[in-house]
């Protein structure tokens, strides 16, 4: 329990953890993160979320907000152990950030409630980090607080998260007399005196002892049914030695099997020691995780984490600051030193590192070089984006990059003054650039500027910084919808004749068409010629057609666009002198715009193909949720212990839709959506 024990190997890169902290909002990732900064000597202050002084919210936004926006790197020194951290969001608006660190991890530290069990999201990044395949340890947090349940959380974590918690600590008193814990492998009694850092060891309580066999026992018993070589020890009749136990946990929290829990009260400085040991003893160091692979030329390579092997990294984030663009990156192979040139493998560029930093959230050192395993930020690479990969460019490489979550909310943002539109569109550019979950577009029908992002409080983070950092007053509003109009019933026969006489060469164009409803053709509209005898010349056929497009612009509703028609001339006449190419196109604009007052015409509305990820027990709430909404449900299919529901929702009907949802199923329910064109109103 001393952070200055050492322990020699033979690789330096056994004794590095490259781990996150997941959760919940208010789980209390943050206080853990302060915790381990503190006790491992890399800050000498504790910090606190409610007095705005943590390492890892350093943001403005993060502390005016108490939550955690942006992922933070930190590195501190364990037990020997070099440990890289990132405290990452736990607000499901900000799950591309969990997701892109995810990538660039070897182990994580689930963080749950010891009251609330397994919340919303923790449901969410455990998914997420079971898509990478990352292994986990569970710290049951806020132990101190009324009606907290070591045994509860355990058995929420079993059933919501399908895993098998192996419970190693018993807690010593309940709610504000917890003080301790019993340590189940080494049997051991662990305390902390109010106010003081380090524990101290000793003999477990006597009124705990046959408790804390109990559960030793179950314990063995559990982690035999589970590992082949406990199961032979356990069958012959031998307890497992805490060594043997420790092997047997390691191995199942790396393969999968199982998840190790212990518990604790960050806030009050309790549990935080044991959890350092788990992350050191349980969870992989880049040696015990398979090589990296990627794509070298036309096949599959890879990578061993070794520091004389060619450099191979990738970038997962990237941050502007005031004094430069920091890259942030996983170094998976070889050795990087300040100076070197290194190749950006998707762009074909060359980039130079002219900087290393080790981070401290917003605080860094320079460093002459970073080797296999480190996770660093560097200054010069220009073009780098998150999922770009550097390496070395007699060897290329490209890594596969962390997947991007589509937008689902849209806002329209312009600037208060008609001056800063430029530096708006530029500021949201370089905001895009650092957040590849943040989308920015100009709409081509309303000319709107868009902001797509993940969800209502992204985009309002999206959005102050904006106004912090660039100090531009922007107006935000809902984005205006793109209505079609659409012909039901048409008309045959039209008759329209263009004559203009005003002196010199005049027009002349005699067009006879019809206009019936058709569904196919470039953007929903036909154009044919049945005209026989030469009355109408080819050329001025063409001009008629592209008359008729131009009528499209504008319908006779309310002025837009008009798709679904066919138009056929029938029937023409031409002057030998005035008839022109510019008479039979204005005489064929204007013939479809009277003809399409006389037909029977339909508004049509966007519409977007919705799929709703959700619990079982949710299904029911989205699908009134969708109805309202007037959403037509396609189908429904079961998908790793959830309902995945696909249904055609009208596009203005889907905004706000991320927040009810949300509502609706406790932030439970994930949702993506694509669009589907047009139907009637």
Request: glycine content about 10%; proline content about 6%.
């Given at each position: 329990?001393?952070?200055?024990?050492?322990?020699?190997?033979?690789?330096?890169?056994?004794?590095?953890?490259?781990?996150?902290?997941?959760?919940?909002?208010?789980?209390?990732?943050?206080?853990?993160?302060?915790?381990?900064?503190?006790?491992?000597?890399?800050?000498?202050?504790?910090?606190?979320?409610?007095?705005?002084?943590?390492?890892?919210?350093?943001?403005?936004q993060?502390?005016?907000?108490?939550?955690?926006?942006?992922?933070?790197?930190?590195?501190?020194?364990?037990?020997?152990?070099r440990?890289?951290?990132?405290?990452?969001?736990?607000?499901?608006?900000?799950?591309?950030?969990?997701?892109?660190?995810?990538?660039?991890?070897?182990?994580?530290?689930?963080?749950?409630?010891?009251?609330?069990?397994?919340?919303?999201?923790?449901?969410?990044?455990?998914?997420?980090?079971?898509?990478?395949?990352?292994?986990?340890?569970?710290?049951?947090?806020?132990?101190?607080?009324?009606?907290?349940d070591?045994?509860?959380?355990?058995?929420?974590?079993?059933?919501?998260?399908?895993?098998?918690?192996?419970?190693?600590?018993?807690?010593?008193?309940?709610?504000?007399?917890?003080?301790?814990v019993?340590?189940?492998?080494?049997?051991?009694?662990?305390?902390?005196a109010?106010?003081?850092?380090?524990?101290?060891?000793?003999?477990?309580?006597?009124?705990?002892?046959?408790?804390?066999?109990?559960?030793?026992?179950?314990?063995?018993?559990?982690?035999?049914?589970?590992h082949?070589?406990?199961?032979?020890?356990?069958?012959?009749?031998?307890?497992?030695?805490?060594?043997?136990?420790?092997?047997?946990?390691?191995?199942?929290?790396?393969?999968?099997?199982?998840?190790?829990?212990?518990?604790?009260?960050?806030y009050?400085?309790?549990?935080?020691?044991?959890?350092?040991?788990?992350?050191?003893?349980?969870?992989?160091?880049?040696?015990?995780?398979?090589?990296?692979?990627?794509?070298?030329?036309?096949?599959?390579?890879?990578?061993?984490?070794?520091?004389a092997?060619?450099?191979?990294?990738?970038?997962?984030?990237?941050?502007?600051?005031?004094t430069?663009?920091?890259?942030?990156?996983?170094?998976?192979?070889?050795?990087?030193?300040?100076?070197?040139?290194?190749?950006?493998?998707?762009?074909?560029?060359?980039?130079?590192?002219?900087?290393?930093?080790?981070?401290?959230?917003?605080?860094?050192?320079?460093?002459?070089?970073?080797?296999?395993?480190?996770?660093?930020?560097?200054?010069?690479?220009?073009?780098?984006?998150?999922?770009?990969?550097?390496?070395?460019?007699?060897?290329?490489?490209?890594?596969?990059?962390?997947?991007?979550?589509?937008?689902?909310?849209?806002?329209?943002?312009?600037?208060?003054?008609?001056?800063?539109?430029?530096?708006?569109?530029?500021?949201?550019?370089?905001?895009?650039?650092?957040?590849?979950?943040?989308?920015?577009?100009?709409?081509?029908?309303?000319?709107?500027?868009?902001?797509?992002?993940?969800?209502?409080?992204?985009?309002?983070?999206?959005?102050?910084?904006?106004?912090?950092?660039?100090?531009?007053?922007?107006?935000?509003?809902?984005?205006?919808?793109?209505?079609?109009?659409?012909?039901?019933?048409?008309?045959?026969?039209?008759?329209?004749?263009?004559?203009?006489?005003?002196?010199?060469?005049?027009?002349?164009?005699?067009?006879?068409?019809?206009?019936?409803?058709?569904?196919?053709?470039?953007?929903?509209?036909v154009?044919?010629?049945?005209?026989?005898?030469?009355?109408?010349?080819?050329?001025?056929?063409?001009?008629?057609?592209?008359?008729?497009?131009?009528?499209?612009?504008?319908?006779?509703?309310?002025?837009h666009?008009?798709?679904?028609?066919?138009?056929?001339?029938?029937?023409?006449?031409?002057?030998?002198?005035?008839?022109?190419?510019?008479?039979?196109?204005?005489?064929?604009?204007?013939?479809?715009?009277?003809?399409?007052?006389?037909?029977?015409?339909?508004?049509?509305?966007?519409?977007?193909?919705?799929?709703?990820?959700?619990?079982?027990?949710?299904?029911?709430?989205?699908?009134?949720?969708?109805?309202?909404?007037?959403g037509?449900?396609?189908?429904?299919r079961?998908?790793?212990?959830?309902?995945?529901?696909?249904?055609?929702?009208?596009l203005?009907?889907?905004?706000?839709?991320?927040?009810?949802?949300?509502?609706?199923?406790?932030?439970?329910?994930?949702?993506?959506?694509?669009?589907?064109?047009?139907?009637?109103?």
């Open positions: 329990m001393r952070s200055t024990r050492t322990r020699q190997t033979a690789n330096p890169l056994a004794t590095v953890r490259n781990i996150g902290i997941l959760a919940h909002v208010d789980a209390g990732k943050t206080t853990v993160t302060e915790r381990i900064l503190y006790l491992t000597g890399a800050t000498h202050k504790r910090g606190e979320v409610h007095d705005g002084t943590t390492v890892t919210d350093f943001d403005p993060e502390r005016d907000r108490g939550i955690t926006i942006f992922a933070a790197a930190v590195s501190c020194d364990w037990a020997g152990h440990i890289n951290l990132i405290d990452t969001p736990g607000h499901v608006d900000f799950a591309d950030e969990v997701e892109r660190s995810l990538r660039v991890l070897d182990g994580a530290v689930a963080v749950f409630d010891a009251v609330a069990g397994v919340e919303p999201q923790s449901e969410s990044v455990w998914r997420q980090a079971e898509r990478h395949g990352v292994p986990r340890i569970a710290f049951v947090n806020k132990l101190d607080r009324a009606g907290a070591l045994d509860a959380a355990a058995e929420s974590i079993r059933q919501r998260l399908h895993t098998v918690p192996l419970v190693v600590q018993l807690p010593i008193g309940r709610e504000d007399g917890f003080t301790g019993v340590d189940l492998v080494a049997m051991r009694a662990l305390v902390w109010d106010g003081a850092a380090p524990c101290t060891e000793g003999d477990i309580p006597p009124e705990l002892r046959d408790e804390a066999a109990r559960r030793r026992r179950l314990l063995e018993e559990t982690v035999a049914g589970l082949p070589a406990a199961l032979e020890e356990f069958c012959a009749g031998r307890a497992l030695s805490p060594q043997a136990l420790t092997a047997v946990l390691r191995d199942l929290t790396r393969d999968g099997g199982a998840v190790v829990v212990l518990c604790g009260s960050a009050r400085n309790r549990g935080v020691e044991p959890l350092l040991d788990a992350v050191a003893a349980y969870l992989p160091s880049p040696l015990d995780v398979p090589a990296v692979r990627g794509r070298a030329g036309d096949g599959p390579a890879e990578r061993p984490a070794d520091p092997a060619p450099f191979a990294g990738l970038v997962f984030k990237v941050n502007a600051t005031a430069g663009r920091l890259t942030f990156l996983r170094v998976y192979s070889g050795t990087l030193r300040k100076g070197d040139t290194v190749l950006d493998a998707g762009a074909r560029r060359a980039e130079r590192v002219g900087r290393i930093l080790r981070v401290q959230a917003d605080r860094h050192a320079e460093a002459e070089q970073a080797v296999a395993g480190d996770i660093v930020a560097v200054v010069g690479p220009k073009g780098a984006r998150p999922g770009t990969t550097l390496c070395t460019p007699g060897a290329p490489l490209v890594l596969e990059p962390p997947v991007t979550a589509e937008p689902v909310v849209s806002v329209a943002v312009e600037a208060a003054r008609n001056a800063d539109t430029e530096r708006l569109v530029a500021a949201l550019a370089r905001l895009a650039e650092e957040d590849p979950s943040l989308a920015v577009r100009t709409d081509a029908e309303t000319g709107q500027l868009l902001l797509a992002g993940m969800g209502e409080l992204h985009l309002e983070v999206a959005v102050e910084k904006v106004r912090i950092d660039h100090g531009i007053r922007v107006a935000v509003g809902p984005p205006q919808v793109s209505y079609r109009e659409t012909v039901l019933r048409g008309v045959t026969g039209h008759v329209h004749r263009h004559v203009k006489q005003d002196g010199g060469a005049g027009q002349y164009a005699h067009v006879v068409i019809d206009v019936a409803p058709h569904g196919g053709g470039e953007e929903g509209f154009f044919a010629s049945t005209v026989t005898g030469g009355r109408v010349p080819r050329e001025y056929v063409r001009a008629v057609a592209d008359g008729c497009r131009d009528a499209l612009a504008e319908g006779p509703l309310g002025g666009p008009v798709t679904g028609l066919r138009v056929d001339l029938t029937d023409g006449a031409t002057h030998p002198r005035d008839s022109s190419e510019l008479a039979f196109r204005t005489a064929g604009r204007d013939a479809l715009r009277a003809a399409l007052r006389e037909c029977e015409v339909g508004l049509l509305e966007p519409v977007a193909e919705v799929t709703v990820t959700t619990p079982d027990d949710c299904v029911g709430a989205v699908l009134g949720d969708l109805a309202a909404r007037r037509r449900v396609a189908g429904q079961s998908v790793a212990g959830a309902t995945e529901v696909t249904a055609t929702v009208p203005a009907r889907l905004f706000g839709y991320a927040g009810s949802l949300r509502g609706r199923t406790q932030g439970r329910a994930t949702f993506t959506t694509r669009s589907a064109g047009y139907a009637p109103v």
